[in-house]
């Protein structure tokens, strides 16, 4: 088994799990404010900014502990020690679409809400209107 201190797969992955926390920290507070709150759009952005690099931090992660099982012997890392690995890279890849999913569905419920009040006003204009002309009309 490879050195752990020296092991660049797991520097890396202490990275990303860092990452991971602060970002679940930042989803706290953002469900902690109301949808309105400029704060909360905020972080919707910093989150999804972070999450789509990590997205391609893991997939690179990925890609090395994959390039390293066709060569276990050449590393030093058991078959227990890969699956490990992929383990631990396919929670977290489910950690960071968790936390995407849930930006992006209650930003659309927040759109759906702007949308919904904006056609009712968009209604309510066209029947006004409406009923001037035929006044007009009469």
Known sequence: ?????QDPFYIVRQEIQET??????????FHGLTA?????????NVVT??????KWQVNEL??????AAEQVQRFGLTPEEIASRRKW????RRQVEGMLDTIKT???AKINQQE???HKQNEGFLQDEGSKQQLVLK
């Open 1 to 5: 088994m490879a050195n752990l201190s």
């Open 20 to 29: 991971v926390n602060e970002l679940q920290s930042k989803m706290s507070r």
């Open 36 to 44: 309105a709150n400029p704060e909360r759009k905020a972080i919707a």
């Open 49 to 54: 900014d972070a999450c789509e690099s990590l």
């Open 62 to 67: 990925e890609n090395a502990v994959n390039r």
């Open 89 to 92: 890279i396919s929670s977290t």
């Open 106 to 108: 209650a930003t659309a």
């Open 116 to 118: 919904s009040k904006l």
